[in-house]
């Protein structure tokens, strides 16, 4: 099978001579956790000959507003759903008018004191939800950070998320700039293995960040775009962020979220209680099941 993914550096200038397409599919702005207002993103996209998904955290503000002062560049709509398991849903929508009709008729109800952390929204709601509308559904940094269970693929291996609903994504995020490549490259495994389509992108919350992971594709549009990353048609071009990147990132990250202290502590609080109640139901139901086989293994010896 032919390699689609490659770990170093995009040459930007080279591959928009050669042609291509190239989004950057996880980005934030100042409408989460990130610091980069809407004119700046679209300025520096421009200047760079790329197109972004505007993927805020529980927020559609952001990626509206890129996409209707787009001035020629391409601008994805999406958003980056934070679901009360843990994990990280990527939802990339062919038009602007479907992502508010999401967000509005669902998501806006589902959102929690801190509203960039985890919503009061279930992994099968979100994508049942989702499922209603034209949308690429991906899991974003599918293995999660490090303490961190943001990644589905980390809660499913932990059973925290029924493993059924892997069947209704389409894909995962294999090229995350804010991963290691270990992790990343587990994700690239996986794809390939269950022939799922892939994306790359930098998980950016500084403008300095935009355009170190991108996914080359086909078209000019949003349609044409998604399109051509669901018929495996893309190609992944990046490096994960250094040390120092990803420090100043996530001090961005943390000043947002320090503005929701209370809130995130009770959030963070309710998922713990959720898992602890998970794991006795899975110790209780082992038990009995354990007891339960003993039982018949005795029966069946006493008759023979």
């Known amino acids: ?137 991906v899991a974003a940094h599918p293995f999660g950070y490090m303490g961190v269970n943001c990644g589905l693929l980390k809660t499913v291996d932990k059973d925290y998320v029924e493993p059924n609903l892997l069947r209704k994504i389409d894909g995962v995020e294999v090229i995350c700039g804010a991963m290691s490549r270990h992790l990343n490259k587990k994700a690239k495994k996986y794809a390939e293995s269950h022939n799922m389509l892939y994306t790359g992108g930098t998980d950016g919350h500084c403008l300095f960040q935009l355009g170190k992971v991108v996914t080359l594709g086909k078209g000019k549009t949003p349609k044409e775009f998604l399109n051509s990353i669901k018929k495996k048609e893309n190609i992944l071009i990046g490096k994960e962020s250094q040390y120092f990147p990803k420090v100043l990132s996530a001090s961005t990250t943390v000043r947002t979220h320090l503005h929701y202290a209370y809130p995130s502590v009770k959030i963070q609080t309710k998922i713990f209680y959720q898992r602890t109640v998970h794991l006795r139901k899975k110790i209780t139901g082992k038990l009995i099941h354990n007891g339960l086989t003993r039982q018949v293994g005795k029966i069946a010896m006493r008759r023979m």
């Open 1 to 137: 099978m032919k390699d689609r993914v490659f770990w170093k550096k995009p040459e930007h200038s080279l591959l928009s001579q050669l042609g291509h397409t190239m989004v950057d599919m996880h980005f934030h702005t100042s409408y989460s956790d990130g610091n980069a207002s809407i004119p700046d993103l679209i300025k520096r996209a421009k200047m760079m000959g790329i197109g972004v998904a505007v993927t805020d955290h529980n927020e559609i503000g952001g990626a509206v507003e890129a996409f209707k002062n787009r001035e020629g560049v391409l601008v994805i709509p999406g958003i980056e759903v934070s679901c009360i398991e843990g994990p990280h849903i990527l939802l990339y929508f062919y038009n602007h008018k479907e992502l508010i009709s999401f967000f509005e008729n669902f998501l806006r109800w589902k959102k929690n004191g801190n509203p960039f952390m985890a919503t009061k929204a279930t992994v099968k709601e979100v994508l049942n939800e989702a499922s209603r509308y034209n949308c690429v559904k």
